[in-house]
């Protein structure tokens, strides 16, 4: 049977079919994500059937779709590792403490906004920030009768504006990569977007602070219980804050994430052993299974069971059925097709640099991965902005203006998967807050839309 290229309508039906599935079915029916994607897959399957591509393409289009996330899933099984093990080793305990005694909470989402900020530029991972400093915010937030799903908003909001910023960022060094451009003229083309956006969503997290943080007298008692339950629990000594350094360190020196993550649990498992007088064995199963601690506090208990290799393999199985739907979409032409039929209705810059931005954030929906949302929208319109003559930095700045920062608002993309996971919040609950990552795309395509900050190549 000879292969057809879907049509436009084919490739709309299609994504109406899919975003209806995946929302309604999260949503509505509480149906596992997994089960959804691998629907939504066959679904995408079969209409390439149709098409004329026989079940080895097909196969082998969920294999290669699949094969692009090892790295990530390499991150998150070492993330998983250094979680578990930065509990036992007093870490994340010693986070919590000194936050708890430092941030006030009429500052806590503020707070924490601005502390994921930093460490996420300075580290160059929202992954990392979240499964570490991210995680002790929201404990402190449990702690202060605040929302966890607020604070975990916060989190987000932070983690992803260094990864965006960052310049040890792997997608800040991706963009450009793509769009041909080098990194630092990318760098200051997105402050043109980025620091507004940052500015309206500190100023959403005051508001919000304002209103939501209880009575003073309900939280102190809790605060003070919460404190002493930890310093019982743990050997609260400042050398349980190596691992951190450690993490740090070799971010700034630029090492591998993997290699970074490993070295930052193996510090924390001899923590754990030297410092809080755990075996190696105890450790090694609370960086595998998560970390157990059985209190008479509540809060502790919520907050410090977890982590680990296990808690993690959930995500993993929706990165895997993700990725695989997105193989298909990839090889079937849909994508192809689809922006084959909108780059011709495209007539000017400002339309050219709206619809990279909105393609972006359609492509973490339908690939559910970042990676492939930035590489695939950046191959679409590459020659398109070359033929508008615009700099190749206003394509890249675009791709993460619409590509890093949404990633995380959908619970199926392995970014929301991994938040979820790690911040024990589900995608949809903190989605409301993160604010930085909605007004973000809005303020891009404001911008655009007045003109402002579109940059063009010097006649030569």
């Known amino acids: 049977m000879k292969k057809k290229l879907p049509s436009f309508f084919d490739c709309i039906a299609l994504l109406t079919i899919t975003i209806i599935l995946l929302f309604s079915g999260t949503v509505l029916f509480k149906i596992p994500i997994p089960l959804l994607l691998i629907i939504a897959a066959s679904i995408a399957g079969i209409k390439s059937y149709l098409l004329g591509h026989n079940w080895s393409e097909i196969e082998g289009s969920i294999v290669n779709g699949i094969k692009g996330t090892l790295p990530a899933i390499m991150i998150l099984m070492t993330v998983g590792i250094l979680s578990g093990s930065f509990i036992a080793s007093g870490t994340i305990p010693l986070l919590i403490d000194y936050g708890l005694k430092l941030i006030h909470p009429t500052w806590i989402l503020p707070a924490a906004y601005i502390v994921c900020c930093i460490s996420s530029l300075v580290i160059g991972s929202s992954w990392t920030t979240a499964a570490t400093i991210g995680v002790a915010l929201v404990g402190m937030a449990g702690a202060m009768h605040v929302s966890p799903a607020i604070c975990a908003g916060a989190v987000v909001s932070g983690a992803y504006f260094g990864d965006k910023l960052s310049p040890l960022s792997d997608t800040t060094n991706l963009a450009p990569g793509v769009s041909e451009t080098d990194l630092f003229s990318h760098i200051r083309a997105m402050m043109a977007t980025t620091i507004p956006a940052w500015a309206l969503a500190l100023i959403g997290f005051i508001v919000l602070n304002i209103y939501i943080v209880p009575e003073t007298n309900t939280r102190i008692e809790n605060i003070e219980s919460l404190l002493q339950t930890l310093e019982s629990s743990f050997n609260l000594h400042p050398v349980t804050i190596l691992p951190l350094a450690v993490v740090i360190i070799m971010a700034l020196l630029r090492f591998p994430a993997v290699v970074i993550l490993l070295a930052g649990s193996t510090i924390a498992i001899l923590v754990g052993w030297l410092v809080q007088g755990q075996s190696i064995l105890a450790v090694l199963q609370a960086s595998y299974s998560g970390y157990t601690i059985h209190t008479n506090n509540e809060i502790i208990n919520n907050l410090l069971n977890r982590g680990g290799i296990v808690s993690f393999l959930e995500t993993t199985l929706i990165i895997l059925c993700a990725t695989g739907l997105g193989g298909i979409w990839e090889s079937g032409g849909y994508i192809t097709s689809l922006h084959d039929n909108l780059l011709h209705k495209i007539k000017t810059s400002r339309m050219l640099i709206i619809s ?29 902005y070359k033929r508008k003559k615009l700099q190749p930095f206003m394509l890249s700045r675009s791709l993460e203006d619409g590509g890093t920062v949404t990633s995380s608002l959908v619970p199926w993309n392995s970014c929301g998967a991994f938040m979820s996971s790690a911040l024990g919040v589900p995608t949809l609950q903190y989605l409301p807050y993160a604010f930085f990552n909605l007004v973000m795309p809005v303020v891009a395509i404001v911008l655009t839309a007045f003109g402002l900050f579109i940059y063009r190549k010097k006649d030569e």
């Open 356 to 384: 990279t931005v909105l393609t972006a954030v359609i492509s973490n929906i339908i690939m559910a991965e970042q990676y492939l949302s930035i590489v695939m929208t950046g191959r679409i319109y590459k020659d398109a």
